[in-house]
């Protein structure tokens, strides 16, 4: 953590607002994506984007300087993904007809259509994952995390991310099997 991102978080814990902006900036992105990510609709996502933040500002005066603020940061926003799917579930909410895609860097394969294809089975596969294993796989392989911080981020221990990560990857290997050669 660099020595500008520690005074901004010291001065953000003692009430200045446009210090935590400032945090918000270099963070926002990445949080966005991830909302959209746990989220898989563009309405949720913004939602779970506008909570976690309330939620880091309301408890900026928590942080420790233990971990990274983007794993604290990420921490929250997966925290409270999880609390708000089970809101939803327990209300049986209609699902939003704007979906968000949220495999999107696909490297280009043979054809166009091709590449439709694979990122909606690759979607359908990660769609179906147990919703820890998806957690981890998103962080680590559409996040690009390391998987200590994925540790952090989820509250688990590295061990566990790393089964989690495993059986993720054994369920999509056998759900995309057919465009293994691609």
Request: charged share 30%.
């Amino acid at each position: 953590m660099t020595d500008k991102i520690k005074q901004l978080i010291k001065d953000a814990q003692n009430g200045d607002s446009h210090s935590f902006h400032q945090l918000v900036a270099l963070h926002d992105e990445k949080i966005m994506v991830l909302a959209y990510q746990l989220m898989k609709n563009k309405q949720d996502a913004e939602d779970l984007y506008q909570d976690a933040f309330v939620k880091a500002y309301n408890n900026i005066r928590s942080f420790r300087f233990e971990s990274s603020f983007y794993t604290w940061l990420y921490r929250i926003t997966v925290n409270t993904a999880l609390n708000m799917k089970r809101k939803m579930s327990r209300m049986r909410t209609q699902e939003p007809i704007e979906n968000y895609d949220p495999i999107e860097n696909i490297p280009e394969p043979v054809s166009t259509n091709k590449r439709g294809e694979i990122n909606r089975a690759i979607k359908a596969a990660t769609n179906e994952l147990p919703e820890k294993q998806r957690t981890a796989f998103i962080l680590k392989y559409l996040q690009d995390l390391k998987i200590k911080d994925v540790s952090a981020i989820m509250g688990i221990s590295e061990g566990t991310v790393k089964k989690y990560l495993f059986r993720a990857m054994e369920k999509m290997r056998i759900q995309l099997k057919e465009y293994r050669y691609v």
